[in-house]
Every structure is written in structure tokens, then in C-alpha cells.
């Protein structure tokens, strides 16, 4: 058994620093990196490319809305020719700077706000997967398993790779919890390191709404913006190990 274990990073901007991304890209296995809309900068990403490069970790694409002010969270009533040239400028941007550094773009997962509007809204997920399958069908989406934006993905032709996240909440409609829920992020690095055992030798989790909900994972996310990500991913990588369950990169 194995689990790809990915972060959420490249979020600094200019000369502002956000993130954990020296202490995350030794304990991770892929990265998902803005692409300069909703964080991220043109000297910043060629700087968390570098980063990778150095620690040998899958570099994929983190296109969101553009809404730097509200880091990519607010949802914005954008039309899919919108969403599609959106995602389909931002996987280039970041995929000149691979390309500089003699690397391959090894996914895309939409950020925040945008990934979880597609999940439910049919026509910013077909948006999503048409831009990626126009920039190259054989580059993998990330989802979230059980949403129309899964099967927008497969619809499109493209490889999926399914996503469960064990520092997040998820309700028992198997969607994730909102930020304003209380419990809805989970800081404590043994928690999370429990859930992440049991979402992937068990395929499931507690919902913060009661009882348990199914999970599907081929990667774990953990956030670049959790207070304690270096911690939480050092205790996620040591328990999935300890029980044998290999972690690299899908």
C-alpha cells in the first residue's frame, strides 16, 4: 500500500513570507504551488520551484480565483470561459518556471475556494478539467472523491487522483467542514496522524456532524497555512511509515 502525502505551498508573496515551506518540503512528497492569483509571486514561485527541485518533490499546479486580499477563499461569481482561461494562465505561469528548471508539471488541484465551488458546481469543474486537458491530457487532477467535479474530471478523459485531508473536518456528506464550524481544523499533529491511519488502511473518518463518513485517498493534503504543517506532517509521514504503508508521490 502506498499514499502520495502533498502540501499546499509557494503561498509567499513579494516580500511578504507565509507558509512553512522550508521545514514542509523534506516531510512531503508532492507540493501544490500558487500560481501567483490567489498567493504566490513571480520571484516566489521561481523560488519554491527551486525548493522542490532541491528535495526532489512532485511539483503540481495550485490555480485559484483571483483574490489575493482574501488568499483565494471567497468565492467569486466567475463564468467557465472565466474559470477555464484562468486555470489554463495560471498552470502556464507556474509550468515556465518548471520547464526553466527541467521539470516536469506533475498535477493540478485547484485551491481553496475555487476547488471547493467546483465540487459541487458542475460548470467550474468541466471548466477546470477542459483547461487542464487542453494544456496536456496526461496531467492528473486532483479531486475530491464522490463530487460532480470527480466526475467532470473522468468525463473529461483525465487521470484522477483522489484526495482526503486529515487535519480538515468533514461533514457526513462527505464534504469538507467550513472554516467558521467549530473543529473544523485540526492542529494537533497526533490527531491528525490518527485520521491519516484511518483513512487510508481504514477508507474512512469521523464526520464533525456525527457518525463517520467513507473516505477514498490516493494523497493526503496537508495546508502550508496550518499553524503547525511541519509538525502535522512529520506525525502523518511517521505513523503511515510505522504501520507500513509506503509514502511517495503518485
Keep these: ?21 522550508e521545514a514542509l518540503f523534506p516531510l512531503v512528497t508532492s507540493v501544490n504551488l500558487a500560481c501567483g492569483f490567489h498567493a504566490g509571486s513571480p520571484t516566489r514561485i521561481r523560488e519554491a520551484v527551486a525548493r522542490a527541485k532541491a528535495h526532489r518533490v512532485a511539483v503540481g499546479a495550485h490555480p485559484g480565483f483571483p483574490d489575493l486580499m482574501g488568499f483565494g477563499r471567497r468565492e467569486m461569481a466567475l463564468s467557465p470561459e472565466e474559470v477555464y482561461a484562468d486555470v489554463l494562465y495560471q498552470i502556464g505561469a507556474l509550468h515556465a518556471f518548471l520547464r526553466a528548471e527541467g521539470l516536469p508539471l506533475h498535477h493540478v488541484k485547484p485551491h481553496g475556494a475555487l476547488y471547493l465551488k467546483a465540487c459541487r458546481d458542475r460548470e467550474t469543474a468541466r471548466a477546470i478539467a477542459q483547461a487542464v486537458r487542453a494544456f496536456d491530457p496526461g496531467v492528473p487532477l486532483v479531486v475530491l472523491p464522490g463530487t460532480v467535479y470527480e466526475e467532470e ?50 477508507g474512512r473518518v469521523e464526520a464533525l456532524d456525527g457518525g463517520e463518513v467513507e473516505v477514498r485517498a490516493e494523497t493526503l493534503c496537508i495546508h502550508g497555512d496550518n499553524p503547525r504543517a511541519p509538525e502535522v506532517a512529520r506525525a502523518v509521514r511517521r505513523a503511515l511509515e510505522e504501520a507500513g504503508v509506503e509514502v511517495r508521490a503518485f
Design 1 to 21: 500500500m502506498r499514499i502520495d502525502l502533498n502540501a499546499d505551498a509557494g503561498e509567499s508573496y513579494g516580500v511578504y513570507t507565509y507558509g512553512h515551506d
Design 153 to 202: 474530471a473522468r468525463q473529461a478523459g483525465l487521470r484522477v487522483v483522489l484526495e482526503a485531508f486529515p487535519e480538515r473536518a468533514y461533514l457526513k456528506s462527505g464534504q469538507l467542514a467550513p472554516r467558521s464550524m467549530p473543529g473544523s481544523w485540526i492542529t494537533d499533529p497526533e490527531e491528525a496522524a490518527r485520521r491519516a491511519l484511518r483513512m487510508v488502511l481504514e
